[in-house]
């Protein structure tokens, strides 16, 4: 990113796309592409994210440029900021192919003729401030893109600009998102930066927020609601994009979308995965036991990477609290139990352990972006790449945002 800098251009232009909205994309819309898509397929989806995409960073470029209370000036989130600003800069300067004639005449007729897509369905586990529309400057809504995001075109021979304008873009979203993958501990590193900018000297007079650095500006805890479940949502288009360009066909997948993910495997593979770090942190021989409770052949359609992330996270944090309320040195430790349990419309995933619970004096702010219980983890401030290894604790993220894929991901036709 060295010599990059974010011109009042195109802080024009970036306002410009934030006054559209975005365009909801469902699980099975996106699993419509089957398992070997047709090069035409992905140009169009290619079409569809060259246009949805800027329109989404540009959301989170002004959002974060509007953080309150002087949030938005914490080095940090100025980085974050810069990250989605030179991301929005190179897709909307991405060259657009020249197709012969017929070419556009076949994706034309294939658009207009095509069969509707599964009608996407508001999501009712999000928040209201996740579902509000958008307006313009004269208070109506917005439209969003006519384009669409699948279309069945045939059996086609597709000419080599189509395959040469696949790779190209698949190659700048690969870019965009290792760039964006510090993303959630760069913010979160902002948030330190603000905790104690409010708790030093140089806090000013005007700002609102309260006085105690563990209460955040409820303004604040909105803005980070909604930014970190829209990365979520551009982070699934862009993963499910790629992996539909660059890999190899697998059975029960359709790019990163699992349509039979094992529950009880990714549970496994989580604790696994937690008790390593768990043993790791503490210089434990063998860390507190973990038993899963899960049928064996559970499955749903879902994006596993998700369902480990989620898992992982929480677990870490009742380990974290069975060791440190025990001690490292106790003889054994109580059991922590993973329980899954399968109703008429959801699946749910309960943890629970013996790590001293939360006092209820606390109790209102586990949901908050400032609190924590562990020692804050500082990340070096030219910080800007993914080969870190994860801390057990010290962030300050919430479990909200640890659950919140589950949020984004409800029922298959809701929108991301």
């Not at 060259?50 to 540009?58: C, G, Q, V």
């Not at 549970?267 to 899963?292: S, T």
Request: with cysteine; net charge neutral.
């Amino acid at each position: 990113m060295a010599g990059w800098k974010l011109t009042q251009a195109l802080k024009d232009k970036i306002s410009h796309f934030a006054s559209f909205p975005q365009t909801g994309v469902s699980l099975r819309q996106m699993v419509m592409f089957g398992q070997n898509p047709s090069a035409g397929t992905l140009m169009r989806a290619s079409e569809f994210l060259h246009e949805e995409l800027p329109i989404r960073l540009a959301h989170r470029v002004k959002e974060l440029n509007e953080l309150p209370n002087r949030l938005n000036e914490m080095p940090s989130i100025l980085k974050v900021r810069d990250w989605y600003a030179q991301s929005f800069e190179e897709l909307v300067n991405f060259p657009r192919p020249e197709l012969p004639p017929e070419i556009i005449a076949h994706f034309e007729k294939a658009f207009t003729k095509g069969a509707p897509l599964p009608a996407l369905t508001p999501n009712p586990s999000l928040p209201p401030h996740m579902q509000r529309p958008l307006l313009d400057t004269t208070g109506k809504q917005r439209l969003g893109l006519s384009q669409r995001y699948y279309v069945d075109l045939g059996d086609v021979v597709w000419p080599p600009e189509v395959h040469d304008y696949n790779e190209r873009f698949t190659q700048t979203l690969s870019v965009i998102k290792r760039r964006h993958d510090p993303v959630v501990t760069t913010v979160a590193q902002g948030i330190l930066e603000y905790k104690d900018f409010l708790a030093g000297p140089g806090r000013s007079v005007g700002t609102k927020a309260s006085a105690s650095p563990s209460v955040i500006d409820r303004s604040v805890q909105t803005f980070l609601d909604r930014f970190y479940m829209s990365r979520i949502g551009i982070r699934v288009l862009i993963g499910q994009h790629i992996a539909l360009n660059k890999l190899e066909p697998h059975p029960d997948y359709v790019g990163v979308i699992c349509t039979n993910t094992n529950v009880y495997q990714i549970c496994r593979e989580a604790i696994d995965n937690a008790l390593f770090i768990c043993e790791e942190h503490y210089g434990l021989f063998k860390g507190p036991p973990v038993q899963l409770v899960c049928p064996k052949d559970l499955a749903f359609m879902y994006v596993p990477s998700h369902l480990n992330h989620m898992v992982f996270e929480v677990l870490k944090n009742s380990l974290r609290a069975v060791v440190e309320t025990h001690g490292v040195d106790a003889d054994e430790f109580p059991p922590i139990k993973v329980i899954v349990a399968q109703g008429a419309e959801d699946i749910t995933i309960k943890i629970s352990d013996e790590g001293g619970g939360i006092p209820r004096s606390a109790v209102g702010l586990v949901w908050t972006y400032m609190y924590t219980t562990a020692q804050a983890q500082r990340l070096d401030q030219d910080f800007e790449g993914t080969d870190f290894k994860a801390p057990m604790a010290g962030f300050g993220i919430p479990t909200f945002l640890r659950s919140l894929p589950s949020l984004v991901f409800h029922p298959s036709d809701h929108p991301i």
